[in-house]
């Protein structure tokens, strides 16, 4: 019989996704600490078609990869999946790029 395990969090990193590259932005959020010090931080928003047509929006965290995600590239994504407990017994789910392959040419 199952027992019902109690999960905080998870990480996968072998989550892999063919896709084109349909658009890319730099997206950037600033907020203030408590000691009211202003903070940045910039993330690659990329919206994807992966090969069944469906639409996806990845996040890469390294905004010197920009140049990889040209409109129309096909590549292969390798992604990481977190999954963690928030309050009570709701979960959040959040994907990031690891690494993208282009296709060749």
């Known amino acids: 019989m199952a027992q019902n395990m109690d999960i905080e969090s998870f990480h ?24 009211g ?4 931080s910039q993330k690659i928003v990329i919206k994807v078609d992966d090969d069944n ?8 965290k390294d905004i010197s990869h920009m140049e990889l995600y040209k409109r129309g590239t096909m ?23 690891i690494d993208f392959k282009e296709d060749k040419k």
Not at 80 to 85: C, F, G, N, V
Request: charged share 35%.
């Open 75 to 97: 590549g292969t994504f390798t992604l990481r999946l977190d999954i963690a407990k928030e309050f009570g017994n709701k979960y959040s789910a959040k994907i990031f790029i």
């Open 53 to 60: 047509c469906d639409r996806i929006e990845l996040v890469d």
């Open 37 to 40: 010090i202003e903070k940045e």
């Open 12 to 35: 996968v990193n072998t989550v892999k996704l063919h896709g084109e590259v349909r658009k890319a932005d730099i997206d950037t959020t600033t907020w203030q600490t408590k000691d």
